[in-house]
């Protein structure tokens, strides 16, 4: 138990310091961009560090080295199922957990740009992430189980927070019209 709480006592420590740099790099990006002529300064400046303060700590704490058991499992439900056999708690954290991986990428990236403003392109990149994430445990032997259902699980939160922000979705830009 000491382990969890040392890991969200530094998760706790990393954001008090990472929301004041997130904001000033708001900030700075933006006036960058308006400076630069971009058209919407402030909404991709926002999205783009969003995805990424909203994402990287998920990352980063699934591809930290775990005392567990190495494996794969490839047959969709399979692990859901035994996950659904557990206590409350542990549904609460690998169902919920999953679903927020890529939540912040969902949601934000249509927001940022119309060439993203559809659940197939959010789905499709979210999945294709999620894979890279759960080979990448697997090959770097971490210590932790590879699932499809994780796949699935990320595949899904992204999806469902896209579906949340659907209404500040960004307009396609007629080309030629973004300065470079």
């Given at each position: 138990?000491?382990?969890?709480?040392?890991?969200?006592?530094?998760?706790?420590?990393?954001?008090?310091?990472?929301?004041?740099?997130?904001?000033?790099?708001?900030?700075?990006?933006?006036?960058?961009?308006?400076?630069?002529?971009?058209?919407?300064?402030?909404?991709?400046?926002?999205?783009?560090?969003?995805?990424?303060?909203?994402?990287?700590?998920?990352?980063?704490?699934?591809?930290?080295?775990?005392?567990?058991?190495?494996?794969?499992?490839?047959?969709?439900?399979?692990?859901?199922?035994?996950?659904?056999?557990?206590?409350?708690?542990?549904?609460?954290?690998?169902?919920?957990?999953?679903?927020?991986?890529?939540?912040?990428?969902?949601?934000?990236?249509?927001?940022?740009?119309?060439?993203?403003?559809?659940?197939?392109?959010?789905?499709?990149?979210?999945?294709?992430?999620?894979?890279?994430?759960?080979?990448?445990?697997?090959?770097?032997?971490?210590?932790?189980?590879?699932?499809?259902?994780?796949?699935?699980?990320?595949?899904?939160?992204?999806?469902?927070?896209?579906?949340?922000?659907?209404?500040?979705?960004?307009?396609?830009?007629?080309?030629?019209?973004?300065?470079r």
């Amino acid at each position: 138990m000491a382990q969890t709480w040392e890991l969200w006592g530094n998760v706790i420590i990393a954001g008090t310091f990472a929301l004041p740099l997130a904001l000033l790099a708001i900030l700075l990006l933006s006036r960058h961009r308006a400076r630069a002529g971009h058209p919407a300064p402030l909404r991709t400046s926002l999205a783009d560090i969003g995805i990424v303060v909203g994402t990287a700590p998920w990352i980063w704490m699934i591809l930290t080295p775990s005392n567990g058991a190495n494996g794969v499992g490839l047959v969709p439900f399979e692990d859901l199922a035994d996950v659904a056999a557990a206590s409350w708690q542990t549904v609460l954290v690998q169902v919920g957990g999953n679903l927020l991986v890529f939540a912040s990428l969902g949601a934000l990236l249509p927001v940022r740009t119309g060439a993203m403003a559809s659940i197939g392109r959010v789905a499709a990149l979210s999945a294709a992430f999620s894979v890279l994430v759960e080979l990448l445990q697997y090959v770097l032997q971490l210590g932790r189980f590879s699932s499809v259902d994780d796949v699935l699980l990320n595949t899904a939160g992204a999806v469902i927070f896209a579906l949340v922000t659907r209404r500040w979705w960004a307009v396609r830009i007629p080309a030629g019209t973004v300065p470079r």
